[in-house]
């Protein structure tokens, strides 16, 4: 059902993922080193640049196109497909969206090339869901913002190629709709070379070994004021965009890890020979998969339909939660049943398939919780209260 471009886009990295990502993955997620070479030639191939305009570096296509290719990348390797995802749907989307000219000319050509990545800084030890918990503050000094605090959990912070970190912080306070007074939230581009600015090491995570992801901290950070990005206390609403747009392709990852795992499970039930014959003609074996096949469809479908959303310019925020939603507990499912189907070589790490099912628990955490996606969902449908206080 996919247009013609979408479809050799499709093709196309799925081979790579297959020939040059797959072969390599175990190696890489043992070292725990995001592999600069492979997003090197996914630069080249034009990933990072795929809904980017081309006078901005990139290839002018729609958000469709970046999330066929993080499925495909998906399949094989969450850690890539979310350095990918991350890298521009939180990275370099931001200055897309709200830079300006100046902005966008000086950092968007080499992130839409993969030459350099960006990094999207908003979650904080009590700040994430619930925004109004940021502690990091920017205050406004002599015509420059000095920047103190830390952030959590901040994929593409600390590589070897990250270039930028858009923080969240508070610069003040206003009253709101309720007639209270609450934090001024406001988006401020952090160059990665800036005195005070550093990624602590590593976090020692469950899965995405190969995603690179940081703690950081900010102390007396000093940035120009021309470095805001957007409108000053326009930092909350920015980013519920940022994070909706995100939330799809995060979903197409979510679905190409599920249909990885479906792959996985129907090559082992048609070769893995049991008391005299193929595993799959065990009905629980093929209904299993079966089941698999319908949430990787179901999952699939509402994916495309969010992305399409988008690139209409119709409102998808409820389609993002729902896309995310389906996505995310496919890929558990599908994992947890496809690691059952390899039995005990489903349990050694340098199967994809361990892999799989090590990673995909983020999933549901990741970029707004199941809980988070559900009462987005919920208030929806009306039911205004179901989110925060």
Request: negative net charge; glycine residues 10%; aromatic residues 6%.
């Amino acid at each position: 059902m996919l247009p013609e471009y979408h479809q050799q886009l499709a093709r196309e990295v799925r081979e790579f993922a297959d020939t040059v990502v797959a072969p390599a993955s175990y190696e890489y997620d043992t070292e725990r080193r995001l592999p600069i070479e492979i997003i090197n030639k996914m630069g080249d191939m034009g990933l990072f640049g795929l809904p980017l305009p081309k006078d901005h570096g990139g290839q002018g296509r729609d958000y469709l196109a970046l999330c066929v290719a993080v499925e495909q990348l998906a399949r094989v390797d969450q850690s890539i497909a979310v350095t990918l995802e991350a890298g521009l749907g939180l990275g370099a989307m931001p200055i897309f969206h709200y830079g300006t000219d100046e902005q966008r000319a000086a950092w968007l050509p080499d992130l839409a090339a993969g030459r350099a990545l960006a990094a999207f800084g908003l979650t904080e030890a009590d700040a994430g869901s619930d925004a109004g918990g940021t502690k990091t503050t920017a205050e406004l000094v002599d015509g420059e913002w000095v920047i103190n605090g830390t952030k959590e959990f901040i994929t593409n912070s600390g590589t070897p190629i990250t270039s930028v970190v858009t923080v969240t912080a508070v610069t003040g306070t206003k009253v709101g709709r309720d007639g209270k007074e609450k934090p001024e939230l406001t988006t401020i581009i952090v160059p990665t070379d800036t005195p005070g600015f550093k990624a602590l090491p590593q976090y020692d995570k469950v899965g995405w070994h190969t995603s690179d992801t940081h703690p950081l901290v900010f102390e007396n950070v000093r940035v120009p004021e021309a470095n805001i990005l957007g409108e000053r206390g326009k930092g909350f609403s920015n980013f519920l965009k940022i994070l909706d747009e995100g939330r799809v392709a995060f979903a197409a990852l979510c679905v190409g890890a599920a249909q990885g795992c479906l792959e996985q499970a129907i090559e082992r039930a048609k070769t893995r020979v049991v008391f005299g014959r193929p595993l799959g003609d065990n009905q629980d074996v093929a209904f299993k998969i079966a089941r698999m096949q319908a949430r990787v469809h179901a999952a699939r479908a509402v994916m495309h339909d969010a992305a399409r959303r988008i690139d209409q310019g119709l409102p998808f925020t409820q389609q993002a939660s729902l896309a995310k939603l389906i996505g995310s507990e496919a890929a558990v499912d599908n994992a947890l049943d496809a690691t059952q189907i390899w039995g005990g070589n489903g349990f050694l790490n340098k199967n994809v398939v361990a892999r799989h099912y090590r990673d995909a628990r983020i999933l549901t955490l990741g970029e707004g919780s199941t809980e988070v996606q559900l009462a987005i969902i919920a208030r929806a449908l009306g039911f205004e209260k179901s989110f925060g206080a």
